[in-house]
């Protein structure tokens, strides 16, 4: 029998599937190599070894979907469209990245004449137009639609995407063209815009569309798979996704717009760096996840993760969902070290990924990475490199640095490697504080994933922030998110509207048919949730709208109307310094949420050390390269440190499926959940 407190959390990578298992309190990991061919069953085996069929609720992210759009190992799907709009998804925004200003031979990874997600003999146009207004100026042609669908029978699709021109306004359109696919080509997956993204602008909901049945096609078979294998197992609890904000939702309410749940694992690393800053009172938090190829970084602040409206999978290539916004840097443990033309030391944006990966892996790699870096070191332990399940040679990282084509010494190489990759992670973290506005001092940086705790305490005075925290369990701390979050429903609706008092009854209006149809898909939770209102609007004659503006509970009355445009210029006024309250406020998208409450992670508290017990290492190693001579540094197992234990630097402390560098003049103390708050030594002193 399932016991109701026991909960599983499982984040599946391009590499590794981590599997986090909550019982009586007790936190067990699991690290599995995910398969890459058939997905589920990486996941099966280790929620059989954690023992699933003990559990309650299966918490589930993957980046499959990302990945697969990515490498474009996608089905193949067609896309209807208004004709003579079919080009849109070539064209997306006509935005360029910086870098490409000044580079006449760039070209969107997504378009025609590169890699695109659908070509464009699979996009047919259809004759039929809705007016902005939700007027008819051309009604829909169905012997012509079914023209289109017949050639797309004949291309054997195995999806529709359905995204036709002012659709979010009136989609009868969309639903009757949905009917006739349908008849023509018979059972295949079908998203329709004006369900899956009600927005107004077409673009970005023609991409949502499309990456919304690519994950009907990809994540169905996946998901049946893995509820009989789960099932097989014995597993009779709650089988929840996450989406990318790491919001959970049951697995039929997921799959009915999967397109939120492309990118849920980075997202669930914010989400359990805010979840730990409430157990420590740490409200503002800088995350950084640094993994074998790249570095995500995030922020937490007042307790919350940063939000956003969409998520880009690649440059231009939007998704309208949610998301916690997270940027990627390319830095990590599988990082290539390499000598630029002018002889210096660069360190990635390459990597040497997981095959073969760093040379010390021993599977052919011949070029130094991070993780060589380190253990050239002597911070990495070679024989308990990922629990044991590996070994790290050092004469093979060490040839790999002997190859560089430099005139500088072994100890040079290093020392330069380990400083430029610290240094690539710190522009990143800037990067992210600069376009936030955030002042670091206030932050605490949360230092997870596996190579995390290794690289960043040693930036602590560098980025100028409180601390550094290392969590309980760092290599798994994304799955552990996925143990720290609420289940939560979601739903918009695009209406522009000025706001006055005569737009009071629209408005009520919107949210009432939302609350409605979010009550029945709720069921027998809609008695214990609680409902959230907000609303994304602009001053009249703006292109783009501030987000996530409060909306009153209740009727909206004509005084809840105006207290909506207070909230809009308080809103504005935070995020832009400026406020206009002379300018009518228009609301474009209307947003409503629904919280269930869920059972959550809680670390257990480490006891306190016995007077009579003073801590001591556990034995010593030797630090090399990193200055001028060797510097021996105390060995610690965190699974031994006891509550307010500390340990000043050079030192590593050592667990399972990560390693901790606390670099010299900086001190470690044991928190209250077992975290590890890492702080200047002058600091620690006096705590």
């Not at 072994?410 to 990759?421: D, I, P, Q």
């Not at 699974?639 to 010299?664: H, N």
């Amino acid at each position: 029998m399932a016991d109701e407190n026991a909960m599983i959390g499982v984040d599946v990578g391009g590499t590794f599937t981590d599997i986090v298992s909550i019982t009586d309190g007790r936190i067990e990991t699991v690290k599995v190599a995910t398969d890459v061919v058939e997905t589920y069953k990486g996941v099966l085996a280790g929620a059989e070894e954690v023992g699933v069929a003990d559990a309650a609720v299966f918490n589930h992210a993957s980046t499959h979907g990302l990945n697969a759009i990515i490498t474009r190992r996608v089905p193949k799907v067609a896309f209807l469209t208004t004709e003579g709009h079919r080009d849109m998804l070539d064209m997306a925004r006509a935005w360029r990245p910086p870098e490409a200003n000044t580079d006449p031979r760039w070209h969107r990874s997504f378009g025609d004449v590169t890699a695109p997600v659908v070509p464009r003999y699979l996009r047919r146009g259809i004759r039929e137009r809705i007016g902005a207004d939700g007027s008819t100026v051309i009604e829909l042609d169905e012997a012509q639609a079914r023209k289109e669908l017949r050639v797309l029978a004949r291309c054997a699709v195995d999806g529709v995407a359905i995204c036709l021109m002012n659709s979010y306004v009136d989609g009868r359109h969309e639903r009757r063209l949905r009917e006739l696919v349908a008849e023509e080509l018979g059972d295949v997956a079908v998203s329709v815009s004006s369900e899956v993204s009600p927005l107004a602008r077409e673009y970005p909901r023609a991409s949502t569309t499309v990456v919304d049945v690519l994950m009907k096609r990809i994540y169905g078979p996946y998901t049946r798979e893995l509820a009989s294998g789960l099932e097989g197992l014995g597993f009779t609890g709650d089988l929840n996704f996450a989406d990318c904000a790491a919001m959970l939702a049951p697995v039929d309410v997921a799959m009915q717009r999967p397109s939120r749940i492309v990118f849920s694992g980075p997202a669930a690393g914010t989400v359990a760096c805010a979840h730990l800053g409430t157990l420590i009172d740490e409200p503002n938090l800088l995350c950084a996840d640094i993994g074998g190829t790249s570095t995500d970084i995030s922020i937490v602040t007042g307790g919350k993760p940063f939000v956003s409206t969409t998520f880009e999978l690649e440059h231009d290539l939007i998704v309208n969902t949610l998301s916690n916004e997270i940027v990627s840097v390319g830095a990590g443990g599988g990082s290539i070290v390499s000598i630029t033309p002018t002889g210096e030391v660069k360190v990635g944006p390459e990597s040497a990924g997981a095959d073969p990966g760093p040379a010390c892996y021993g599977r052919g790699g011949e070029v130094p990475t991070t993780t060589d870096t380190f253990l050239m070191l002597g911070v990495l332990d070679p024989d308990r490199f990922a629990a044991g399940r590996a070994r790290l040679d050092v004469d093979l990282a060490r040839a790999a640095f002997d190859k560089l084509e430099t005139q500088t010494s072994l100890s040079e190489r290093v020392r330069f490697a380990y400083r430029m990759a610290l240094n690539n992670v710190a522009e990143g973290i800037v990067d992210v504080l600069v376009k936030n506005g955030v002042d670091p001092r206030d932050h605490a940086l949360v230092a997870y994933g596996a190579a995390g705790p290794m690289m960043l305490p040693a930036l602590l005075e560098q980025l100028h922030v409180k601390s550094v925290i290392v969590p309980p369990h760092p290599g798994l701390f994304s799955a552990l998110g996925l143990v720290s979050a609420d289940q939560v429903h979601a739903d918009s609706r695009t209406s522009y509207s000025v706001l006055t008092p005569d737009s009071a009854g629209d408005i009520d209006a919107i949210y009432a048919e939302m609350e409605e149809s979010m009550r029945r898909s709720l069921g027998a939770d809609a008695d214990r949730v609680t409902f959230t209102r907000t609303f994304d609007g602009q001053l009249m004659g703006q292109v783009w709208e501030t987000p996530f503006v409060d909306v009153p509970g209740g009727t909206i009355t004509p005084e809840a109307v105006q207290t909506m445009i207070t909230n809009f210029h308080d809103a504005y006024e935070q995020r832009s310094g400026n406020r206009f309250e002379a300018m009518p406020v228009q609301g474009v998208t209307y947003r409503l949420t629904a919280v269930v409450p869920t059972a959550k992670v809680d670390y257990p508290r480490p006891v306190q050390r016995p007077a009579d017990q003073p801590l001591r290492p556990s034995g010593s190693i030797t630090v090399r390269h990193l200055e001028d001579h060797d510097l021996p540094a105390a060995e610690y197992e965190r699974d031994a440190l006891m509550l307010g234990d500390v340990i000043e630097g050079p030192a590593v402390v050592r667990e399972a499926m990560s390693t901790t560098f606390v670099p010299p003049g900086l001190v470690a103390r044991v928190g209250t959940v077992g975290e590890l708050v890492i702080t200047r030594a002058a600091e620690g002193a006096d705590a």
